[in-house]
């Protein structure tokens, strides 16, 4: 069964593209908005497994909208699309990234790719815009110059999930306390200033592992031809 998509933006044009690109995946767009006003109604309406929304929307955000979409219909997902990755604050990000954010630019299999990711209920966010928020950090068994250790990595898994330090400390057997200064210990280890920004950081990493994978795979392909 196709998995069920609202589009929602503004610019006619814009949302006639991803209208067509998303059908010609194979997905079924069940609505289309150019409001909030309307982007809630029709979800209320075609329960969607997926909304993929502008983050940018006269009046108001993808993310206000979302949260309309959300109180009438509690299990639609949400994809953000931007134009441009340098209108994105940090905040931004922080928020996108327990759901999804791409750039408009994306090629379709990114579309498709992240809009399945999403509906999985796994956060994605765009190759480009995860190189930014990670910075001078990189992907694999070391984040850069930062090393975590084995504890460390089980906390920032249970971080990036949104546990808080009671969770943590059941999860892994130990004390409210320790876990607490183990988190604090990660946050300092990678330059973060704050726990809500760990599962941003966490999927760019991520993807930005996937995207070198991908690229590996790739030319290993190219190779054979």
Avoid: C
């Amino acid at each position: 069964m196709a998995l069920t998509v609202l589009v929602v933006d503004d610019i006619e044009v814009a949302r006639a593209g991803l209208v067509a690109a998303l059908e010609s995946g194979g997905f079924e767009v069940v609505g289309q908005a150019d409001s909030a006003e309307v982007a809630e109604e029709v979800a209320r309406k075609t329960r969607p497994d997926v909304a993929v929304l502008d983050l940018r929307l006269p009046g108001s955000t993808g993310f206000e909208v979302s949260r309309r979409i959300a109180r009438v219909s509690p299990s639609t997902r949400f994809l953000f699309v931007t134009a441009h990755e340098g209108d994105l604050s940090e905040d931004d990000i922080t928020e996108a990234a327990f759901h999804g954010l791409i750039l408009k630019t994306a090629t379709l299999y990114e579309l498709y790719r992240a809009v399945e990711q999403v509906a999985a209920g796994d956060p994605v966010l765009d190759p480009t815009i995860a190189k930014t928020l990670v910075g001078r950090l990189s992907p694999g068994e070391s984040f850069g110059r930062v090393t975590l250790t084995q504890r460390e990595r089980e906390v920032f898994k249970l971080l990036s999930e949104g546990k808080g330090d009671i969770e943590i400390s059941q999860s892994l057997g130990i004390s409210p306390r320790t876990a607490k200064n183990y988190v604090s210990r990660v946050l300092h280890k990678l330059g973060l200033s704050r726990r809500s920004q760990v599962p941003a950081f966490a999927a760019a990493t991520r993807e930005l592992t996937d995207s070198r994978d991908r690229t590996q795979q790739w030319t290993r392909s190219e190779s054979l031809l």
